[in-house]
Nanobody, 115 residues
Framework: QVQLVESGGGLVQAGGSLRLSCAAS????????MGWYRQAPGKQRELVAT???????DYGDSAKGRFSISRRNAKNTVYLQMASLKPEDTAVYYC?????????WGQGTQVTVSS
């Protein structure tokens, strides 16, 4: 089984930066893509960024140019560096991992951007 532990959320002022981390508990299974979704109150969950084991990245429109995803494959850890944060970035951010079994989700970490 794979479990994810997220960290790094919090409160930040508009224009500030935050870095989220997500570590997969199991190194026994090969993990393919990892990434982040977010969900704001009253809105659908949306893709923020994803990174595959070979390093290819994809970003949601809201993240392009401001967020950067990276990964340490040896530790099955993914990072989301967020810059130039806006109040509309306020949401719960969920890490996910794709492996041989069903997609696994983290518990979510709150990011709040004040204006």
């Amino acid at each position: 089984q794979v479990q994810l532990v997220e960290s790094g959320g919090g409160l930040v002022q508009a224009g500030g930066s935050l870095r989220l981390s997500c570590a997969a508990s199991s190194s026994s299974f090969s993990i393919n893509a990892m990434g982040w979704y977010r969900q704001a109150p009253g809105k659908q969950r949306e893709l923020v960024a994803t990174i595959r084991s070979a390093g290819r990245t994809d970003y949601g429109d809201s993240a392009k140019g401001r967020f950067s995803i990276s990964r340490r494959n040896a530790k099955n850890t993914v990072y989301l560096q967020m810059a130039s944060l806006k109040p509309e970035d306020t949401a719960v951010y969920y890490c996910y991992a794709d492996w041989l079994g069903p997609r696994v989700w983290g518990q979510g970490t709150q990011v709040t951007v004040s204006s």
